[in-house]
């Protein structure tokens, strides 16, 4: 790993993880930039969930090196993930639906001890209005967008330096992506690294800095999202033609 390089908050070094005898990332490698969101792109069963699972330790690897800010945090637990600043929000739903929205966000802040966490709760619900409205609701009750947004605030209740997103958009309107979009860029501009699995690829990539398209496990693009956006063979790319990209295109 080059340490000498203080723009990369994240770096794979050749990591190889997977299920059992089953391998999903093969040998791979790249760098996430600091305070900057990096879309992870690719066919299904690239790797692109893999990625985050393993980074937050729910998946250690069987080779290679993870490192965090130049340090090594490989087969770190979720504990240790978390005090070092990295939180996750998982695809799907991931609540406790008979519990109230306050309730949720208590959970949320279990490691953070309640007096901190009790502090922390309003200034999180200023960035999600609608969820503050029905802070006394269950969660069941709550639209899927608004689920999605209190999921986001559990983790933000930790002040990640590091926020993994996996497929946030899944299930809800177009309206709410873009909110949701739109917030996601709103905490990297205030100095939150975002490393983002997103299916709605066109969209991502407007509020996004970089692109990484995987394929079986392995990487084949790594480019400034903007310059991906307007490359007329973005389909071809997504849909599972990565790997006829030049590999020029991979920035050193």
């Known amino acids: 790993m080059n340490l000498n390089n203080s723009t990369a908050c994240i770096e794979f070094d050749d990591v190889v993880a997977g299920y059992k005898d089953f391998m999903i990332l093969n040998h791979l490698s790249f760098k996430a930039k600091r305070g900057a969101i990096t879309l992870l792109l690719g066919p299904n069963g690239a790797g692109k969930s893999t990625v985050l699972k393993t980074l937050f330790g729910l998946l250690k690897p069987r080779q290679g090196q993870i490192w965090l800010d130049g340090q090594d945090i490989t087969g770190a637990s979720q504990k240790e993930l978390l005090a070092r600043g990295i939180a996750f929000v998982p695809q799907g739903r ?15 802040g279990i490691t953070l001890g309640t007096k901190l966490t009790h502090e922390r709760i309003p200034e999180v619900l200023e960035f999600f209005p609608r969820v503050k409205e029905r802070l006394h609701s269950q969660a069941s009750a709550l639209s899927g967008g608004e689920q999605k947004q209190l999921e986001i605030g559990r983790a933000l209740l930790l002040r990640p330096k590091v926020l993994l997103i ?35 690829v066109k969209s991502a990539l407007k509020i996004s800095d970089d692109a990484i398209a995987l394929e079986s496990g392995r990487l084949v693009l790594h480019k400034p999202a903007g310059e991906l956006l307007s490359d007329p063979d973005i389909e071809r790319l997504f849909l599972g033609g990565a790997a006829h990209a030049a590999p020029s295109s991979t920035p050193a």
Do not use: H, K, Y
């Not at 991931?94 to 949320?108: A, P, R, Y």
């Not at 905490?187 to 939150?192: A, F, K, N, R």
């Open 94 to 108: 991931n609540l406790f639906g008979q519990l109230t929205v306050w309730q949720n966000l208590e959970l949320g």
């Open 166 to 200: 996996d497929e946030p958009s899944i299930g809800l309107s177009p309206l709410v992506v873009q909110d949701v979009f739109r917030l996601l860029r709103r905490l990297v501009d205030q100095g939150t690294t975002v490393l983002m699995v997103e299916q709605n």
